[in-house]
Every structure is written in C-alpha cells, then in structure tokens.
C-alpha cells in the first residue's frame, strides 16, 4: 500500500470518529436534557400530591421516579413525610436517611428522622444518630424534646439528650391470673374402671393462680434492664381408682416462685443482643398414697376359680423441693418493615437439660406494631426427646386506644420456656396448643390495661395395673390368681386462663 492509499484511509477513520464523538454528545446533550425535563415533572407531581395530601401517589410517583435513576432532596422529604402522615414510621425512617446523605446538615431531615425512629421502635437508633447532628440539628431535636432546655451550649448537647434517653426505671408491670380446668367435676369418668385392670393412679390439675410484679428501666444510653418476680400456685389431686370401687382423692399443692432479669445492649444500627437468667423454686406438698398389701378372697359363685384381689391401701405425707433455672440469648435486628431475632436457651428444668433454638421475623405492614404479623420457629432438644414447636402471633389497633394480639402455638410445650420471658411450662403435663387472645386499652400516654384469655389443651399421663398373667395358686388347689404389670396412658382436658395486667410508664 503506497503513502497515498494510507494517507486516505487514516482521513477516512478520523472523519468517522468524529462524527461517532459528535453525534454521542449531541444523544448525551438530548438525554441530559430530557433527564433534567423528567426529574421536573416527578419534582411538580410529587409536590402537587403532597401538597393535596395524597400520600398513596407522593409514594407510588416517588419510587417511579427514583427506579427511573432520580434522587433529590425534596423527593426523598416528601416521601417520608408522606409514609408518616400514613404512621409507617419504618419507611419514614428510611426516606429521611436518604435525604441526609444528600444534604447533612439540613435541620429538616434530622428533625424528622429522629422522630421516626422513636415512633418507628428504633429509639436506640435515634439516640445513635443524634449524636452525629450539628448544633443546629440538635436544637431542633431537643427544643421539641425538652421545652425547658432551649438554649443549648455545644458543650451542652450530650447531657440535654442524656435526660431524654436514661431513666434508671422507667416501667412497672403488674399481672394477676387465674386458671381453671373443670376436671374436678369429672374425677371418677377420667380412668378406666374395669375388671381387667387392678387399680389406676395420678395427678389431676384443678386451678392455678398467678401474680408477676415486673420493673423495668436504663442503665446507660443503649442498655436496657428489667427484673420480674413471679408467684404461682397449682392445685391438683392425686386419683387412686381401685377396681369396682369408689376413687380415692388426695390433694396436691405446688407453690413456685421465679426470679427473671434481662438486660439487652443495643449498637445503634437497629441491632441489640438480649441476655435472660430465670431461677424457678418449687415446693410440692401431697400425700402418697401406697399399695401396700394385696389380698385374696374365694369368689362367692363356687363355679369361678380366679380369686379376687383386694387391695390395702397407705398413706403417707410427701414434700418435693428443688430449683430449676433458665438461661437465655437473643440477637435481634429491626430494619425496614421487619425485625428479624434469632434465640436459644439452655435450662435445668425436672431433672433434665434442655435447650432450645429458634428464630422469628416480624412483618410490619404499616412500618408500626398498630399491625403486625409475627412467625416463629423452635427446635427442642433433651436427653429424651427432641421436636419443632411454631407459634404464629398477629395483632392491629382498634381505634386510638384499643388493640388486640391473638398469638397460637402449635407443638408440645412441655419443659421449654417462651424466649425472652418469665414463662416456662415445668409441670409435668404435655400441652399440645395454647392459644391467647389480648385487649390492650391505653388509658393515657402512661398507663395501659390489658385483659387476656389462654385456651390451652393439655394431656396428663396416668398408670394403671392390667392382668399380665394368670398363675395357680400355691395355696387354695384349683384356684388361680392374676399377675400384673404397669401401663401408661393420657387423658386430655382443657385448661382457661384468664390474666388482667397493669403497664405504667413512670
């Protein structure tokens, strides 16, 4: 190729590349120009609608606007006021932090954001963030805070936030229950009775009485601390039922009291970690009652040869004391419009050491616990044993002062305890399903009634003496006698809770 030909071909590629640059910039210039007439329009809407009070579409145009590749300051302001004029503080929440990280120190956004947190559930969160505001900010936040606390000093800002966020008690809870089953009215139709079996033996539930009495408060910024001491009492009979025969009843009473302390450490980014110990003493006073000595007699009718028993009974006083304690770790996260928590427990409960693990994440519809749908899932595992339990809760406001929760657990709760809690289920019955339904009535800003009903079905395991062999006398020639040996059954009943409780804020 001469100097000519190669000369023609690099004007050739140079022109080319040229006009590729110059119709790029001028595509750019025009998208630039249609981008800048895009974000105006979204900018106008957003503002019309927020200006009507028209949250659903500030909402619905506004996340339009941002998948489209549009994010300004206003844009982000008017969504979140918009998700909070509906109380989705979560969502709110989220908005603001975005308009801060467009501009900083605006006063605004700061303001809002505080206040979001702390409707939305994440007080930690606000207290985190305030401490990264300006002065300016500050006092925006601490003027609505504290009234009295106006003037601020730069040195100043940390102690005035100190006053809204630390409270060495700031709760007190009060409960009392009561629980009946109605299995004292069928006593005697609860056993077998009949010829093949000598006679049958155990406990039955009849009531049960509860009494917590719960404080609550803050031990710094981000630590949190409550004490709960519990008082119950169960009252049961032991039921002997000899064949063709009347049943014999002794009572049983346990007393139990519990000791419960809890203190969570939050991080400041919607996480904290919540540790719980629980000591539970027992004192179960009953009388035993004993087959002593089991007789033979000649049946009446010559023509029968199997002797009948007749059976001696003891009774004898009995006192069972002992200690069960739990310990327990929770790590939870609340972000958006979930919390998400993770647990396990560990325990020395009935003379074996269970532990369990577990998680559950909470849906908020509304960025707020005004609704609320919650799923949770636990393994347990003892030396014995081992199952999966799932307790679904739900619950939504009635008005302005009313709400409801109705949480159900489906799986045998025998000998685990409910997370985080003073509860733990150590008497000996199996519960197959426990079902609550709550009304929760907010009298003020700082006190609140709440009245429970617990439907719980339960199964009690009884013995019973079934002929195991027919032998020959020793004794009488010709005659026979009956061997036995132990089986075990259930027998279900149903037990109603009912629970009345007192929150104050102090």
Known sequence: ???????HYIYKYILLFISLFLLGNIAQSQNAGFKEKEKAIYDSLTFHY???GVWDSVIDIGKEAIYKGHNFYYLRMRMGLAYDYQGNFRLAEKQYKEALKLVPTDVNAAYYNYYAAINGGRKHVAYSDFKSYNLEQAKSINKESNPKNNFLYEDQKNINIQKIKTKAIDRLYLAYGYSFTGNDHKLADIYPNHGGILYTEGNIRLNQSYLNFSLGGNLSSMIEWDLSFNNGKINATKLIQPRDTSHLTVPISVLQNELFAGIRVFTGNGWNIRMTGQILHYNTNYITVLDSITSYEIPEDNNDTLLIEKSQ?????????GNDYVLGLSINKKIALFDFSVF????????????????????LPKGNYSLYLTNRLFFYHDEL???????????????????????????????TNEPGIPVVYNWSENTTYKGDIVFSYLINTKLSLSLRYQFTQKQSLYNYYAIDEILPSTELNGYYYATYKEESAFYNFNQHFVILSLNLKL
């Open 50 to 52: 927020y200006e009507t």
């Open 1 to 7: 190729m001469n100097n000519n030909h190669m000369k």
């Open 344 to 363: 396990g427990s560990y325990a020395s409960i009935l003379n074996v050491n269970p532990y369990q693990l577990g998680g559950e994440i909470t849906i």
């Open 313 to 321: 009974y003891g009774f004898t006083d009995a006192i069972i004391k």
């Open 385 to 415: 044993s081992e199952r999966f339990i799932y307790k679904v809760s739900a619950g939504s406001s009635l008005g302005e002062k009313m709400k409801i929760d109705a949480p159900a657990t489906i799986g045998n709760l025998q000998i």
